[in-house]
């Protein structure tokens, strides 16, 4: 046993130094070759080496440039993409197909008033910039109508109640100013519908729901 562990330890040994020889012959033979060659042979050959590293790092510029490239394209994809989101959601939240909250303003509805009262009190909150409308729990789109004769009006045919809501998400100050100034809506409604009253409250915070009413259009198509 001890005779074939020394025979396998000086296999070995042997290998080792035949590994070390071939390398020091080599690397003899490369500084023999090195050094047969002229002054002018090495100074091109440091040239060429030199041109070399040069076109590398001119590689290596190009490819950071197009890494720099590339990520500001990402990111300003992805603030694109985040303001085309935004703007999905406001215009999605003002067409009524999303629920909506924020402050505004309730209009209390007490007596008789025709259809054509409340589309004017419509209108008048819409030019004042309500961002978002609802008569009771019906969600007001383009498209909506208030109609009927005083004490019998309804909306998308479904009858309004007396006293009913009409809520305007937007700014109260402006809401309630435009609404109750003199001369305004509140004051007109009061002189043509006489047992009629609004009464106008700022609210901190509405939720109005979305509308049930479909808006895709039956016959027109986009034209893009």
Same mark, same amino acid.
């Given at each position: 046993?001890?005779?074939?562990?020394?025979?396998?330890?000086?296999?070995?040994?042997?290998?080792?130094?035949?590994?070390?020889?071939?390398?020091?012959?080599?690397?003899?033979?490369?500084?023999?070759?090195?050094?047969?060659?002229?002054?002018?042979?090495?100074?091109?050959?440091?040239?060429?080496?030199?041109?070399?590293?040069?076109?590398?790092?001119?590689?290596?510029?190009?490819?950071?440039?197009?890494?720099?490239?590339?990520?500001?394209?990402?990111?300003?994809?992805?603030? @694109?993409?985040?303001? *085309?989101?935004?703007? %999905?959601? /406001?215009?999605?939240?003002?067409?009524? #197909?999303? !629920?909506? =909250?924020? +402050?505004?303003?309730?209009?209390?509805?007490?007596?008789?008033?025709?259809?054509?009262?409340?589309?004017?009190?419509?209108?008048?909150?819409?030019?004042?910039?309500?961002?978002?409308?609802?008569?009771?729990?019906?969600?007001?789109?383009?498209?909506?109508?208030?109609?009927?004769?005083?004490?019998?009006?309804?909306?998308?045919?479904?009858?309004?109640?007396?006293?009913?809501?009409?809520?305007?998400?937007? @700014?109260?100050?402006? *809401?309630?100013?435009? %609404?109750? /100034?003199?001369?305004?809506?509140?004051? #007109?409604? !009061?002189? =043509?519908? +006489?047992?009629?009253?609004?009464?106008?409250?700022?609210?901190?915070?509405?939720?109005?729901?979305?509308?049930?009413?479909?808006?895709?259009?039956?016959?027109?198509?986009?034209?893009?």
């Amino acid at each position: 046993m001890n005779r074939t562990a020394a025979q396998i330890a000086l296999a070995a040994v042997a290998v080792v130094l035949g590994f070390l020889v071939v390398v020091q012959l080599r690397a003899q033979g490369t500084g023999n070759e090195l050094t047969a060659r002229s002054a002018q042979e090495l100074t091109q050959l440091v040239a060429n080496l030199n041109e070399r590293n040069d076109q590398l790092r001119a590689e290596v510029a190009t490819l950071e440039a197009e890494l720099r490239d590339l990520d500001s394209a990402k990111a300003r994809g992805e603030s @694109s993409l985040g303001e *085309l989101g935004r703007d %999905l959601r /406001r215009l999605r939240a003002w067409a009524g #197909l999303d !629920a909506v =909250t924020g +402050p505004g303003v309730r209009v209390t509805v007490v007596g008789p008033i025709a259809g054509e009262g409340v589309m004017d009190l419509i209108n008048e909150l819409r030019n004042a910039g309500a961002e978002a409308l609802a008569i009771e729990d019906i969600r007001v789109v383009p498209g909506t109508v208030v109609a009927g004769p005083e004490a019998g009006i309804s909306v998308e045919d479904t009858p309004l109640a007396d006293p009913f809501t009409v809520e305007a998400i937007g @700014s109260p100050e402006t *809401l309630t100013g435009s %609404l109750t /100034r003199a001369g305004g809506i509140v004051a #007109l409604l !009061a002189a =043509t519908y +006489p047992s009629a009253h609004l009464t106008v409250t700022p609210v901190e915070r509405l939720a109005l729901s979305a509308t049930a009413r479909s808006l895709r259009p039956s016959h027109g198509t986009p034209r893009l």
